[in-house]
């Protein structure tokens, strides 16, 4: 059954679900497999660093799950100037990482006009590209750091299910987020989104939704990560994700969208020792190291023990490459803009 769906080129809810779902191990294997073949086709053996500054970790959102919500008074709370920010791309760009990820929870004080003097200032001293991870914002802010030349917005929908993201996101709703891809996606982004694996009462279901739903936004990147319980939340004493679910989901993820940017995340390396090169083997194409300088590098905690967050920054490239060359694959020099055929 799973041989005979790995063998189609389009896949319909039902055949998400039954790959989802077995749980034999030939057919998990054949699965890896077909996903491992296909992120070659696509991407060939070079993995692509981003490398991310989280430059602020308030947040005016109250999410059930992530550590940096509203509510959670006990987080010490930070904001990198602009110097700083930009002196830490200067570290990434220098290292030779082509893409810089600027990170936030949704942080009004950064009002559009800062962020795109800050994207501006980067573009004019780094020859790199630059995503945002910056949560919900207005569309006018959104064109303006756009124009200020920013070239991807990573904003994650978390789950398809419109209930379900109802009960994690207070005041916010799934048709607005979806909404506000769009919107980037009209305005030239490269834009990504994905999903939380484990989440209170999501299933398998759920999960297939998320997969067509990131087909049908027609996804530059796409990122699929584990639930990690944080204890400052009201999901603290819930069960983590399940690491062979989120390397199966993974590889469904590749063999139905093909042509996107999937990373092994930071998340699925802290629920494994060994959790990134797992995902580079089942489809992932991109690894995105954290350079966030000390003091604040610890105080980013939407989970906790976060992976490599103790460690010294500098020496992740070095890291990466061995356990990258390891594999066959090899770090890639370009900037790994979108794989779509009209991407510029």
């Known amino acids: ?6 063998n189609k080129e389009e896949f319909s809810k039902d055949d998400i679900i039954s790959l989802l779902q077995t749980e034999d191990w030939y057919e998990v294997q054949s699965i890896y497999s077909k996903a491992d073949e296909i992120r070659k086709i696509y991407c060939g053996n070079e993995v692509y660093l981003r490398g991310i500054i989280e430059f602020s970790n308030n947040c005016e959102q109250d999410c059930l799950y992530c550590g940096l919500r509203k509510s959670n008074t006990n987080l010490d709370r930070y904001r990198m100037s602009k110097d700083e920010i930009i002196q ?38 780094l020859d790199v590209a630059i995503t945002l991870s910056l949560g919900e914002r207005n569309f006018e802010d959104y064109k303006l750091w756009k124009t200020a030349g920013a070239d991807r917005y990573l904003l994650k ?9 109802a009960s994690y996101h207070l005041n916010q709703s799934l048709q607005d987020r979806i909404d506000h891809l769009f919107y980037l996606k009209s305005i030239g982004y490269q834009i990504g989104s994905g999903n939380i694996i484990g989440l209170p009462q999501q299933n ?34 819930q069960k983590n994700a399940d690491i062979n679910l989120t390397l199966k989901v993974m590889a469904v993820a590749r063999i139905v969208l093909k042509n996107v940017h999937i990373p092994a995340t930071t998340a699925i390396a802290t629920l494994d020792e060994y959790g990134r090169e797992k995902g580079l083997q089942v489809g992932a194409n991109v690894i995105m190291p954290n350079f966030t300088p000390n ?18 920054p ?11 060359s390891s594999m066959g694959r090899k770090i890639a020099a370009g900037k790994g803009h979108s794989l779509k055929a009209s991407a510029s």
Do not use: W
């Open 204 to 237: 398998i279901k759920d999960i297939a939704e998320d997969i067509i739903l990131c087909r049908e936004l027609d996804l530059d990147m796409a990122s699929f990560s584990p639930f990690i319980a944080s204890p400052e939340t009201p999901y603290r004493k």
């Open 1 to 6: 059954m799973v041989i005979d769906i790995l």
């Open 88 to 125: 830490t791309a200067q570290t990434i760009s220098d290292l030779g990482i082509k893409t810089i990820v600027l990170q936030s929870g949704e942080d009004f004080l950064f009002t559009g006009k800062i962020i795109a003097d800050i994207i501006s200032s980067i573009k004019a001293k």
């Open 314 to 324: 500098l020496q992740c490239p070095d890291c990466l490459e061995n356990s990258i």
């Open 295 to 312: 003091p604040y590098r610890e105080k980013y905690s939407i989970y906790p023990n976060k992976k490599c967050v103790k460690d010294n």
């Open 157 to 165: 929908h978390e789950t398809a299910n419109p209930k379900l993201y």
